[in-house]
């Protein structure tokens, strides 16, 4: 069982570039999210997803995209990478019923743009 | 706004030297709080959720408990192989959930 699977592991990235980070889940859960981990600043959500056609901002949405397909699958795409954007992405997905709503992760995409 | 803070930001423990970690929050209907593990290079792992004051959950030598305004994570002789970052993580009454910044926790042999 896969869980949370999420490509690429590692990317640099200039100013101005664009590219999508993959998440795809063979859980069958609901809910999906998009997190970024800074040093020192903890896990910040980007956006989420209820289920497939359904997404909404976080806390730090500026400078991304998301859109949601399948169920399984939750790309999010940074148009014109800036150095801010620097950081490790973190993918999850939960049930999301009955407020039992563990989250399970990725590994993660550290992304360095210069 | 819905806001989780977590001490000490770190804490070095000598093997079998028990401790506990904290979770403070303030959210606006308390859903559940999380407690993560997370290892160097790899994404947080789901330790225990609890739901309301009182609660109290057990594994191994880990035990989490919750009151209406903070968690605490006891960890009780711990090992080495207990060294990482542990996340406090609530979910209010939207979707959202908010993290701390976590605690890394080192303990020597």
């Known amino acids: 069982n896969a869980g949370v699977t999420q490509t690429p592991k590692f990317r640099i990235l200039k100013i101005g570039q664009s590219m999508t980070l993959q998440c795809a889940q063979d859980m069958n859960h609901n809910y999906m999210y998009w997190y970024r981990q800074d040093p020192g600043m903890g896990l910040k959500l980007i956006y989420y997803?209820?289920?497939?056609?359904?997404?909404d901002k976080g806390e730090v949405p500026n400078g991304y995209n998301v859109s949601r397909s399948t169920t399984e699958d939750f790309p999010l795409r940074l148009e014109l990478a800036a150095p801010s954007q620097t950081s490790v992405y973190f993918c999850?997905?939960?049930?999301?019923?009955?407020?039992?709503?563990?989250?399970?992760f990725g590994a993660g995409t550290r992304l360095s743009v210069l | 706004e819905d806001q989780v803070t977590q001490s000490p930001e770190a804490l070095r423990l000598q093997e079998g030297e028990s401790s506990s970690l904290n979770c403070s929050y303030t959210?606006?209907?308390?859903?559940?709080l999380f407690w993560y593990r997370q290892d160097p290079g790899k994404g947080p792992e789901f330790l225990f959720t609890l739901y309301s004051a009182g609660e109290e959950k057990e594994k191994e030598r880990l035990k989490a408990t919750l009151t209406k305004k903070e968690s605490f994570l006891h960890i009780t002789a711990p090992k080495p192989e207990d060294s990482a970052t542990y996340l406090c993580?609530?979910?209010?009454?939207?979707?959202?959930?908010?993290f701390g910044t976590g605690t890394s926790l080192t303990v020597i042999p």
């Open positions: 993580a609530v979910q209010g009454s939207g979707n959202q959930f908010y």
């Open positions: 959210v606006s209907g308390l859903r559940g």
């Open positions: 997803s209820v289920g497939a056609g359904i997404t």
């Open positions: 999850a997905s939960s049930y999301g019923g009955g407020g039992k709503n563990i989250q399970y």
